[in-house]
């Protein structure tokens, strides 16, 4: 098995960063992605994307090209369209390309998975023609491909507000935004609004959607309360309530994209069991961290949105810091040298990411969001129901291991991705105990399922 | 006669032993320092078998295999066993002459449940077989069930029986007090008239407080187990050389376990899956049904189990106190034993002969000259 000095896995804003900074430090990095393409979520498909009109991806995006040319250097071992399936506490990495299993080791790791879209079990959620905002906007990064429009776009959050605007410019007709953030929630945020002004330019492209929005005529309905989705075998129809009003209203629409905010993707984390903390302002878990941004295993670091939502900005800032915290690990810099040279990388996080307590009051998901009904799915792998796990509360199950022995709920293909936060925060509220002690799933490698001969062919290699 | 009970460890002997010491009429608490089933009872692969049990253990085997299919009546609750046979694979002429050995050596002993299974026979039972194997050995009756819907089942009986269950509490001290014992964990004291150890890998402390060292290693015998495939396969497949056992389950998922071992980490009280292992399984699988190949694995993981160094369980009085039980150290092979450890534990606690013999469990054996170990496997 070959030890690398500093192996990164993600190749986002917070991946490239750290790579490009340690390759400053005499470190040459091993850069792990999963995609075909670098980039992430927020840069995706960046270099083939067939959407040539500048336009309708905004600046931001675009400002992602500086941090993927730096992937070019010769130095960094880049390998895109690989697979992550195992990682231990002794920093053994298991690979997955082309077929081939191949297990590498390292000194360092930083951890750059970024983030996923917190779930938003609605009754009906798992309709076809029902998806979220972000799976709506990869479709459309990647490969230029639009839903069937009419839209309809429901819930809360920036990404929600900025796909409705690059749909717009995409020319797709959006039929509605159900907005689901509380009237009273505006004024709860208020406060905060000083602080945020620190990160201005963020504050005011948000603005700047609204204003947009506001131009083309969507309609924007707001204080949505309840949410449904409906239709036989697809979905037909959305229906919805406002705040004090007690009457369904109904909208025909093929396409229902839902959003609720995202959440720090702690599947890799969660599987080596390191140390993590229920945040109670972002309502998710995230690995608690140190100043260098390492994790309580030694050797391993998590930059950008899996140590916490901070946004893409944030996260490169991050990735920079965490290469610094390599360098000091590896040796290449004196603790002297990397405090200094992270003095400013910390000054410009402070200032980027003091809008995020205006915008997670702001839009702090509400609980019927979060949780769902007794009919609705929340394990969508193995069809287990809100209703199922309050069930077993009430049998005694105290956490989700417990759940999981019982109903299967998060043992299917997707590992427990989509539904883990959710049965941490059922059992929580029908146990009347925190998130904190209800706890989380025991997360098992692979990560991502691979075949038995593909394992099989690792033992043959030694 | 004591009165009051404490049970240390919530695993399904733990759980075993508190079913029929309330039923009894003791006063019974069981103390586990995470919950119960967390462990081998929760997690283990399964397994309901009575084929190629060491001889020690074949009667209480088959008791206890009585029990499994009475499991209801005794639990409210079938605990998922299905009983849909055992079979041993013989992979080449010398897992064959293996298997003739083992089968005539249960016969010898006057037993009857194992049987040979001539290479027609085997493909009969099992079409997806790869072409190469001379024969097997079966054991019909015997099958799998649901690890921890076991425990939990006979832990809520346990309850309903009277028996208190504290989770989340680690005895970090033992004392000798006015004819029993007192436990301590942090703040709290637990009184006892009788103890009974059933902490399975964490047993050898207490041995060790006990004055009664014991030859037990913590192993992680690791299982993976892959997405649902259209049913091929009924009973439960060993092999006999190499350490494996396969099973589907109704939903089409395949486990795959058998005794290869991952790594304990007895400071977090977890165990860890390691690819060498894992590999060696896929590759055992993947040659003994091919079509496994492309067969995706959605979840590896390992449990932590006592192993002794002879391989079978202590079970019976303290050699050094008379309010000592011990019921630890099945080796990775207790989970079908677990229905008729309660019993025993009864009868000894009520100081009844044992109707099922025990002598060869005896923690004794390891104060004279180590017994050879067997060369057949015993695992799971």
Partial sequence: MITHDLVILGAGPAGMAAAATALKHDITPVIIDEQPAAGGQIYRALERTP??????????????????NGLA????????????????????????????????????????????????????????????????????????????????????????????????RAGVEVAAILDTTPRNRYC???????GALRNASTLLKGVGLLRELRRAGVRHIRDVS???????????????????????????????????????????????????EWDEQQLAWRPCLDEWLNTDIQGLAVAGDGGGIVGAKAAAMQGQLAGLGAA?????????NSTERAQSIRKALARDTAIRPFLDVLYRPAKQWRLPDDDTLACRCEEVTGGEIRRMAKMGCRGPNQTKSFTRCGMGPCQGRMCGITVSELLADANQQSVEETGYYRLRPPFKPITLGQLAKAAEEG | MPRRVVVVGAGFHGCSAALRLSNQGYEVTVIDKAYAGRHASGVNAGGVRRLGRHPAEIPLAIAAWERWLNMTSIVGDDCGFRPVGQIKVA?????????????????NLGFCHETLLSRDELYKRLPALASHCPGGLACDGDGYANPYRTVTAWRREAERQGACFREGIEITALEPKSNGWQLSSGGERFDADLLVNCAGAWAGEFCKWLGEPVPLTAEAPMLMITERLSPFLGTVVGATSRPLSFKQFENGTVLIGGGVRGVVDLARHVAETRLGGLAENADTV??????????????????VEAVMRDHIPVIGLSSQHDNVIHAFGFSAHGYQLGPITGEIVADLAMEREPKLPITPFSIQRFQTPCPKQDEFTYAN
């Avoid at chain 1, 209203?249 to 396409?255: F, G, H, I, V, Y």
């Fill in chain 1, 51 to 68: 959407l040539r009109g500048r336009h309708i991806l905004d600046e931001e995006y675009w400002s992602g090209e500086s941090l993927i």
């Fill in chain 1, 73 to 168: 250097d010769q130095r960094i071992d880049y390998r895109p369209a690989t697979m992550v399936w195992q990682l231990t506490r002794q920093r053994e990495v298991g690979l997955l390309h082309d077929d081939k299993v191949e297990m590498i080791r390292a000194r360092h790791i930083i951890l750059a998975t970024g983030a996923m879209e917190r779930p938003m079990p609605i009754p009906g959620w798992t309709l076809p023609g029902v998806m979220t905002a972000g799976s709506g906007q990869i479709l459309l990064k990647s490969s230029g491909v639009v839903p069937q429009a009419p839209v309809v776009l429901a819930g809360c959050g920036p990404l929600l507000l900025l796909l409705a605007v690059q749909y717009l």
């Fill in chain 1, 188 to 194: 709860a945020a208020l406060k905060y609004v000083p």
């Fill in chain 1, 226 to 276: 309840a949410l449904r989705a409906e239709g036989s075998g697809q979905l037909e129809r959305v229906l919805w309530k406002q705040q004090g009003d007690d009457q369904w209203q109904t909208l025909e629409t093929p396409t229902l994209l839902l959003h609720q905010g995202v959440i720090p993707n702690t599947q890799i984390t969660r599987a080596v069991d390191c140390h993590h």
């Fill in chain 1, 328 to 336: 000091l690990a590896l040796g290449k810099l004196t603790l002297a």
């Fill in chain 2, 91 to 107: 992979e080449n002429d010398n897992d064959m002459a293996t298997l003739i050995e083992r089968e005539c050596q249960v016969r």
């Fill in chain 2, 286 to 303: 993947v040659s003994l049904f091919p079509f496994m190949k492309e067969a995706r694995i959605m979840r590896t993981w390992a449990g």
